[in-house]
């Protein structure tokens, strides 16, 4: 049987570059600082991110992690949105490992958080009230289909955050694909805020890996931060190679994802029992919904008997990623079993 493995952008396989890069790569121990293959890697996604330092993490919900045990301290607030990955997919790590309280805002349609909504979560200087020491951005928005902050929006939060005193951290899983969406240069969105999350081993293809990256002094105390939660590698530049294949061979082709999401969210919109809205479809993350009475767990488990592999997010609604290794031709045979399935059902 055809598999067309849509559930996520993490199931991307490495490129023969990468496999190559990862062979060859120069070695030595980082817990030392001395893989030099590891330190390259910190050096441009700093330099790519428009920050100070930049630190290798094993994993994106590691890097949040360590980004907010960094800003905040025990019974201080962090604030989020309330579909953030942070919140969601990271199995409450903030408060379990770092006494981090959380209180999150209301994200909008578009993936946005109301600078108002915001302003008003910001907690008084009471000592009845937890300190708010950070906020929290997700660019791209994966729960709201992969939707893309701009700049200017991020950057009426980052106004918010100046007037309070309070960082500004972003979980830019898929920042990537915002960038390429947009059409800037990353640095205009991550000038936006203090820290920034990035991820290699989704949109990018490599099979580990994320940085933090952010001012020096902070990215130092990070590595601690780190260290507490078991992140400190040895002869981790096995790794790190791919990661800068990814950097520097990957990105530009996220456009074709995008392309190839649009063309899914077009071709969905035509089925039967399946409803998107195309114009939403901004990246490489396609959110749709099952029409009939039954729920989408169902309808995803019989597409994934048919080989066409998603995701079903909840009660009514399926996500479907475009990433390495899927083309064109992918997606019209899976929009060819979706239709099938559809009518069967």
Known sequence: MRIVDLRSDTVTMPSPAMRKAMYEAELGDDVYGEDPTVNRLEEL???????????????????????????????????????????????????????????????????????????????????????????CLENTQNRCGGRVLSPEQMATIKDVADRHGIAVHLDGARVFNAAVALGVPLSDITDQ???????????????????????????????????????????????????????NEMVDRLADDHANAKALAEGIAKIDGLTTDPAVA?????????????????????????????????????RAVTHYGIERDDITHSLGVMRDVMAAL
């Open 45 to 135: 996604i700093a330099e790519v991110t428009g920050k100070e330092a930049g630190l290798f993490a094993v994993s994106g919900t590691m890097g949040n992690l360590v980004a907010l045990l960094t800003h905040c301290g025990r019974g201080t607030e962090a604030i989020m949105g309330n579909l953030g990955h942070t919140f969601l997919y990271e199995a409450g790590g903030v408060a379990a490992l770092g006494g981090i309280h959380t209180q999150t805002v209301p994200n909008q349609p578009n993936g946005m958080l109301d600078p108002a909504d915001v302003e008003a979560a910001i907690r008084a200087d009471n000592v009845h009230f937890p300190r708010t020491k950070v906020i």
């Open 282 to 318: 901004e990246s490489n993350i396609i959110v749709f919904d099952v029409d009939s009475d039954g729920p989408a767990q169902d309808v995803a488990d019989a597409f994934t008997a048919q080989g066409v592999k998603v995701n079903a997010m909840g009660p009514k609604t399926i």
């Open 193 to 247: 805020v203090d820290t920034v999350q990035v991820c290699f081993s989704k949109g990018l293809a490599a099979p580990v890996g994320s940085a933090i990256c952010g001012p020096a002094e902070f990215i130092e105390e990070a590595r601690r931060s780190r260290k507490i939660v078991g992140g400190g590698m040895r002869q981790a530049g096995v790794l790190a190679a791919a990661a800068i294949v990814g950097l």
